[in-house]
């Protein structure tokens, strides 16, 4: 039978596993497979043109039991409920791996942020907060970016809220720009957490980063800085690829170029008319290049039983969430490929938001250097104990790292007597 692609069919499976391995009291698991709370809203909006558009949007608060609900807004064409269910509960699992005080959530709305104008991106911005805006603060749920948001659409979300309560508090949402609260190094913070999980599994697996050969599907936020990152490392670009196509160069990609180039055209589209890149049809085929290190950071459900045979990095970085599909991940263990799987991968955006609010409450900033340097003593150590987990108990990295946040969120909530 073909797997089901329902990401968050893909999300309980993955939580039956580890908690079937762990022991897992029953009551707690039930808990744990559904969302604790969710909402969806309409969201009227006056089109340039004059005419009103009804997007809608969901937020869903999967597990607050470690802190206030955490995550993402996504503005997608694709966006379903299910969707943003599986990402909240991922988000709760993220937090708990990183052992920083927060709750996992997720916020969506469908829309093409292609196809609109920053006017009515900004309408739409503000009206999704007057629709949960009574549901979130503070210390109840927390925004950040995630696909298609960014720190402009944060600081009109930011600035919706303050109109709501009646003043300014930059603790309801982060990912801010800097100049109203945002952190230094939350920019590319996905991506520079990444590098950390990377550099320590290259250790691990005995692979040199200096030559080695990386491809990346996705090139926005997280799968750009990432080719940057590891283009700094010594590492050789060799394909990437975005909604535009998937490009590939054998001697390496100029990534600074490439970042250029999407800054100047929206997408990768033509990329290979201005370098000696040659485009690869269909743009999947990013992830079939033979490469040391594979870095899906577009969306999920990417790397299934379809194609997973053709895989051949030694090295899975996720830093997309939910790149992977139950079966494919399977196979991905048999062939003995080194997953640093996505809650861990790319935790650290939201470790860095965490900063964000920390600094925040305390009004008192830090520089970039520190917010680097308390970023990769988080991603170590959550690194370690992952893969340290995983090998205690015989099972790939991923089931480690649900054993490592479950445990600790499961602990919360026992503690909190929920169960
Ligand atoms: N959207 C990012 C993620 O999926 C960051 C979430 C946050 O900072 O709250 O991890």
Known sequence: MSETLNPFKMAQQQLSTAAELMNLDEDIHAV????????????????????????????????????????GIRFHPGETV?????????????????????????????????????????????GYIQAIGRYIGPEIDVPAPDVYTNPQIMAWMADEFAKIR??????VITGKPIAIGGSEGRGDATARGARYTIREAARHIGLDLNGATVA??????????????????????VGISDIGGAFHDENGIDVAKAIEYVAENGTLAGFDTVSDCEELTPAEKVLELDVDILIPAALE???????????????????????????????????????????????????????????????????????????????????????ETAEKYNVNNRTGAYVVAVGRVAEAMKLRGWV
């Open 32 to 71: 744990l497979r559904e969302p604790m709370r969710e909402f969806h809203v309409s969201i009227p909006v006056r089109m340039d043109d004059g005419t009103m558009k009804v997007f809608k949007g969901f937020r869903v608060q999967y597990n607050d039991a470690r802190g206030p609900a955490k995550g």
């Open 82 to 126: 299910d969707t943003v269910r599986a990402l909240s509960a991922w988000m709760t699992w993220k937090c708990a791996v990183v052992n920083i005080p927060l709750g996992g959530g997720k916020g969506g709305v469908i829309c093409d942020p292609k196809e609109m104008t920053q006017s009515e991106l900004e309408r739409l911005s503000r």
């Open 166 to 171: 009646g003043y300014y508090a930059p603790g």
């Open 216 to 237: 990346v599907q996705g090139f926005g936020n997280a799968g750009s800085n990432a080719a940057r990152l590891m283009a700094e490392d010594g590492c050789k670009v």
């Open 301 to 387: 459900g990417q790397i299934t039983e379809k194609n997973v045979h053709n895989i051949k990095a030694r090295m899975v970085a996720e830093c997309a969430n939910g790149p992977t599909t139950p079966a494919a991940d399977k196979v991905l263990t048999e062939k003995g490929i080194f997953v640093i799987p996505d809650f861990l991968c790319n935790a650290g955006g939201v470790t860095v938001s965490y900063f964000e609010q920390v600094q925040g409450n305390m009004n008192f900033y830090w520089a970039a250097e520190e917010v680097d340097e308390r970023l990769g003593h988080i991603m170590k150590k959550a690194f370690w104990s992952v893969v």
